[in-house]
């Protein structure tokens, strides 16, 4: 087994691969390379080309091509609870900078960007995206777990014999773990202070979203990250922390955000309804799990 620990994407990265050690070499270039085409916060990006070029065609590479187009595929598979087009909301809202610089220096500077993610086109034929001149696309909702989805596949591509790709909690495992069975991932209670449960996955992806790790106030009122499309403000949901357990990371993270701007208490029906299991953690402490969430726990710590 060799492994590797960085930071990139805002988030920590973890690697994990059951063969030669330079293949986290290559890895880790290819986060750093997808960081490089859909950071908006690095001015030259695909991304922040593509919201600065607005009503216009933008020829973008495959991999920015794939996370537009996977990122509409979750607006219409939550019926538009996942939205990639709330940038504004998010700069309104004090997300204006990476992370590390809002929780010091948030302002609630205002944005003319709207939503309108429906108008969003993607030409395959082209290779070209256009964003609609109202709208502004932010990929942090499913950028983390679509980087795990591609960076395992290819070290599985590459001669890996297993490979776990972890982005700040959204996950990907495949192939052999190692203890040469399934890959065991633990979850953490929120506020640190235990773990509240072992997944077993001989292939798959984990994907956590919450109210806490990306957190900030402004003029006295809490924010965070997780903006409800219906109202442009920061959720008020009174789930801190959910889990989710799909195929695919990108599908989980999607999954995740839905769940959490469900109606109270159908937040693990909607995982369901959208082909995922998982768990919750209210702001009670308490701990929910989907019904076939069972056939994943190895260990369960609270309840």
Same mark, same amino acid.
């Given at each position: ?8 994407? *805002? ?14 070499? /290559? ?17 030259? @990006?695909?991304? @922040?080309?593509?919201? %600065? ?10 991999? =920015? ?21 709330? !940038? ?10 990476? +992370? ?11 944005? $003319? !960007?709207?939503?309108? #993610? ?6 395959? %034929?082209?290779?070209? /995206? ?5 709208? *502004? +696309? ?14 395992? $596949? ?9 490979? #776990?790709?972890?982005? &700040? ?23 640190? @202070? ?9 292939? &798959?992806?984990?994907? $956590?979203?919450? $109210? ?19 109202? &442009?403000?920061?959720?008020? =949901?009174?789930?801190? %922390?959910?889990?989710? /357990? ?9 999954? =995740?955000?839905?769940?959490?701007? @469900?109606?109270? &208490?159908?937040?693990?029906? =909607? ?7 998982? !768990? ?15 056939? +994943? ?7």
């Amino acid at each position: 087994m060799e492994e590797i620990r960085f930071r990139a994407m *805002g988030s920590e990265i973890h690697l994990v691969v059951m063969g030669d050690h330079r293949l986290l070499d /290559v890895a880790r270039r290819r986060i750093d390379d997808l960081e490089r085409k859909w950071s908006r916060f690095i001015p030259t @990006s695909e991304i @922040s080309r593509l919201n %600065a070029k607005r009503g216009q065609p933008i020829a973008v590479s495959d991999d =920015t091509f794939l996370l537009v187009r996977r990122a509409l595929e979750g607006w219409r598979a939550t019926g538009g609870r996942f939205d990639p087009t709330v !940038l504004g909301d998010l700069v309104r809202a004090g997300y204006d900078r990476p +992370f590390e610089a809002v929780v010091l220096h948030a302002d609630g500077g205002v944005s $003319t !960007l709207q939503r309108n #993610c429906g108008a969003i086109v993607a030409d395959a %034929a082209t290779g070209t /995206v256009i964003l609609p001149v109202d709208a *502004g +696309f932010d990929p942090g909702g499913i950028g983390k777990g679509l980087a795990a989805d591609i960076v395992a $596949t290819e070290l599985i591509a590459a001669g890996a014999g297993g490979a #776990c790709v972890n982005v &700040g909690g959204d996950l990907r495992v495949e192939g052999e773990s190692p203890a040469g069975d399934a890959w065991v991932v633990g979850v953490d209670h929120p506020d640190g @202070s235990a773990e509240i449960a072992r997944i077993e996955l001989a292939a &798959g992806a984990i994907a $956590t979203s919450g $109210t806490r790790a990306r957190a900030w106030t402004v003029g006295g009122e809490r924010r965070h990250h997780l903006i409800d499309p219906r109202t &442009g403000r920061s959720s008020g =949901t009174a789930v801190v %922390a959910l889990t989710a /357990v799909a195929r695919e990371a990108a599908r989980a993270e999607v999954a =995740t955000k839905a769940a959490l701007l @469900s109606l109270p &208490g159908w937040e693990l029906d =909607t995982l369901e309804e959208l082909g995922c299991d998982g !768990l919750l953690v209210d702001e009670d402490g308490d701990v929910r799990i989907s019904h076939n969430m069972d056939r +994943f726990m190895q260990k369960a710590l609270a309840s």
